[in-house]
């Protein structure tokens, strides 16, 4: 009984000597996760002048698309510490802030005025949680949103110029209206020549059918549900019935099997000579702009989403906000936090930009030395301007996959009609927010 | 036959003595061993050799497949922070009253039954064709097999480009070269599933052929020459003979094949993604759609996985009993 003691005691010091050690200790490195593409290669190099700077390494883990939420959020049930910082989807915020994985940088941000760095859109759907609420937990990183790229050496060919022109009663140029880039599209489409008028996002897995439609969707004033999170008659109404008939028209100007297209096959058909026009996220332009990669890079001119018939513009959001963990020591989440004051700041974000990131700072964005670094950049400093989000509350997977499954089943397959879709798509969304308690019955 | 050698009188007498004398001498045996070694009966290295196993399958199996029955009773999200809340069998209530749910059963139905289907017919004919050994029957065979030794996922996208209208070769092979006027296989909502079936069937038919095979080359030749003796015409001879030998084989491929068929998930998420729509969106497309893609519902995922093992289960009993008919019979 004595030795068990004993053995208690020196247990006891041990571990409390173990745990003043570790507050002692300083920070020495701090983990980011990312999923795996191009802009977590960026950051990797850039947190080299973080290390050089503080000696404090940094080390940007990344994980494939397709698995990185799954391992996120099984980290976030775990209430896991295995990062300090994670570049979340804009879509992921309403569930983490309201489950306690992100922790609240309001202070923080208005403190030392980062707010006022990065473009409002970027802020609200990057960072806001509520909407509107003046609460933030992340910090905009990757601005991203959709764009088109498009072959300039077909608009500003004369003989093409002279044909539109007779054809449609307007010279061609790069469209301003979501009418002009369906009739673009219309003209340019050529089966015979194996040439199609669009490359437009199709793809039912995940997001990507949702993502193409709402860049007309909100142009034409569409909205999924109101403030008061009511679905029906917001979603559908003539105005986004009329949106969805456009997305189906252009679809008949894409090329064939492109029935399950996303990002990567946009930029296929674009190399391959097939579409005259694609849309994408801005994150997968650079491809186009690589000779090596795209034959018609120097020929490939890019801009932002055309307007509705009202005079909208938005463009559909994508990119992510760095957020910290709640569940790392106090330690950990200031030091977390020293990196994104350091990370926030002008001259930081402009070497991010010129690596290859997309800044959402206002700054950078306006200046002559991002828009020069990019042939796409003025395009997407622009569309910053004007983005809007899928919705961002917990319960989004479920309503993602109401719109997914309606629009796919319209506008590939054929299925009914516009208005039936919207219908439906309202009513299955009224259900799901009923169901979570945002409306009552 | 083995038949086991009797022992004569004298080989008694001697395997007496020689026992008695080591019963005789095991206490001193006993007494030489150290004390360790003695505490460990037969019975208990047996018991040491088989707990890891055992620890491994309750621990991998059996925990997770009552807690997540436990789970399909609840409504609990794998990644929220809250506990399970029981609902009783209201997730149970929700699945079997959702027309979706309904839906994509009925589409995974359609599949399993055409698919199945088609490889049995196949599978059993390539069988039939190689059944007799010729030049290079060998090797046609060992590629007939490729197929199904390939990754699913591997399958899904070099099909999704043979089916592509524009490049794709299978519609020229058919015989459409007019790119507008040439089937979208993948999306068109009457030929999608079509496609997945095609796919399926081009996958697995040689593993039906495998089995047939198996139960072909084991059927004796005394009884087609009986029935050839007997003027038996090619059919009855197949009809009497080939089919009710082949048949216990056929059935446990049959049976294989419809399991695989009703968790059918990689080629439609390959080719389809469940779509046009949902018009291939099959129960396991469904169940991962509700157990992971943003909606992490994992009570109402593990209520749905559990209805599919309940019917695989009762599908599974159906054919086993014509498993067994065919054998008894």
């Known amino acids: ?441 | 036959m083995f038949r086991p050698h009797p022992l004569g009188a004298g080989e008694t007498q001697i395997l007496s003595r020689c026992c008695v004398s080591q019963v005789a001498l095991k206490p001193a045996q006993n007494a030489a061993q150290p004390v360790a070694r003695r505490q460990l009966s037969d019975a208990t290295i047996v018991r040491l050799f088989i707990l890891p196993t055992i620890i491994l399958l309750i621990l991998m199996n059996i925990f997770p497949l009552i807690y997540s029955l436990f789970i399909s009773f609840t409504e609990y999200s794998v990644i929220s922070d809250v506990p399970p809340v029981w609902v009783g069998l209201q997730n149970y209530q929700r699945i079997l009253s959702d027309p979706t749910f309904w839906h994509s059963f009925a589409v995974t139905g359609r599949f399993a039954l055409l698919s199945v289907a088609l490889q049995t017919v196949v599978g059993f004919g390539l069988a039939l064709l190689l059944r007799s050994k010729f030049t290079g029957s060998g090797l046609i065979t060992t590629l007939i097999l490729v197929p199904m030794m390939l990754s699913p996922i591997v399958v899904a996208t070099f099909w999704k480009l043979i089916f592509n209208p524009s490049y794709g070769i299978l519609n020229p092979l058919l015989g459409f070269t007019n790119i507008n006027t040439s089937p979208e296989w993948l999306g068109d909502p009457n030929l999608a599933l079509w496609a997945i079936v095609i796919v399926d069937v081009w996958m697995w038919s040689p593993f039906v052929m495998l089995l047939c095979l198996a139960g072909l080359s084991a059927i004796p030749d005394y009884l087609y020459e009986a029935a050839s003796i007997d003027r038996a015409n090619w059919w009855f001879q197949f009809r009497r003979i080939t089919l009710p030998q082949v048949m216990p084989l056929l059935l446990i491929a049959v049976l294989f094949r419809t399991i695989e068929a009703f968790k059918q998930f990689d080629l439609v998420m390959g080719l389809t993604g469940g779509g046009p729509g949902d018009v291939t969106e099959t129960v396991s497309v469904q169940l991962y759609q509700l157990a992971f893609q943003g909606q992490f519902n994992t009570g109402m995922s593990s209520a749905l996985a559990y209805i599919v093992l309940v019917v695989i289960i009762a599908i599974s009993n159906l054919y086993i009993r014509a498993l067994n008919r065919a054998r008894g019979g």
């Not at chain 1, 570790?22 to 996760?33: G, H, K, M, N, S």
């Not at chain 1, 072959?151 to 061609?172: H, I, Q, T, V, W």
């Not at chain 1, 979501?178 to 020549?193: P, S, V």
């Not at chain 1, 906000?321 to 004051?341: C, H, M, P, W």
């Open chain 1, 1 to 441: 009984m004595k030795k068990f003691s004993l053995l208690l005691a020196l247990m006891a010091v041990l571990a409390l000597m173990t745990g003043v050690s570790v507050r002692a200790q300083d920070v020495t490195e701090l983990t980011i996760w990312w999923a795996e593409w191009d802009p977590a290669n960026y950051l990797d190099q850039l947190v080299d002048d973080y290390t050089a700077e503080t000696g404090i390494t940094v080390n940007v883990v990344q994980t494939p698309w397709g698995s990185y939420f799954d391992r996120v959020a099984a980290e976030w049930a775990a209430q896991g510490t295995a990062f300090d910082m994670v570049v979340g989807d804009s879509q992921w915020i309403g569930q983490a802030v309201t489950q306690g994985h992100y922790i609240d940088l309001t202070e923080f941000m208005n403190s030392n005025g980062i707010t006022e760095t990065v473009t409002p859109a970027t802020l609200q759907y990057y960072g806001e949680y509520p909407a509107g609420s003046g609460s933030y937990y992340a910090y905009p990183t990757e601005g991203d949103a959709n764009g088109w790229a498009y072959r300039k050496d077909l608009f500003e060919n004369a003989d093409e110029m002279a044909a539109f022109e007779a054809a449609y009663g307007y010279p061609l140029a790069v469209p301003t209206t979501w009418a002009q880039l369906r009739d673009i599209a219309e003209f340019f489409t050529r089966e015979d020549e194996g040439l199609y008028g669009v490359g437009i996002y199709t793809q039912i897995d995940y997001d990507a059918i949702t993502m193409g439609f709402q860049n007309v969707f909100f142009s034409y004033g569409g909205d999924w549900y109101d403030e008061t999170f009511n679905a029906l008659g917001v979603a559908n109404t003539p105005d986004t019935v009329a949106a969805l008939e456009l997305y189906r028209e252009l679809y008949n100007f894409a090329p064939p099997g492109t029935n399950n297209a996303f990002f990567a096959e946009m930029n296929d058909l674009f190399i391959n000579g097939q579409a005259a026009m694609i849309m994408n996220y801005f994150a997968f332009f650079p491809a186009l702009a690589n000779p090596s990669i795209n034959p018609f890079s120097e020929q490939t001119g890019y801009f932002s989403m055309p307007e509705g018939p009202t005079g909208l513009r938005y463009a559909a959001l994508g990119g992510q906000g760095t957020s910290v963990n709640n569940y790392i020591s106090d330690e950990r989440k200031q030091a977390s936090l020293d990196f994104l004051l350091w990370f926030a700041q002008e001259d930081v974000q402009l070497k991010w930009a010129q690596l290859g990131g997309y800044t959402c700072n206002i700054a950078v964005l306006e200046s002559d030395e991002f828009l020069a670094v990019a042939p796409f950049n003025a395009a997407f400093a622009e569309t910053m301007t004007f983005v809007k989000d899928f919705s961002n509350i917990p319960e989004f997977g479920t309503l993602l996959e109401i719109v997914q499954r309606n629009l796919h089943a319209y506008v590939v397959g054929g299925e009914g009609d516009a208005a039936a879709t919207m219908d439906a798509i309202a009513a299955e969304m009224d259900g799901v927010l009923v169901e979570a308690g945002y409306i009552s019955e």
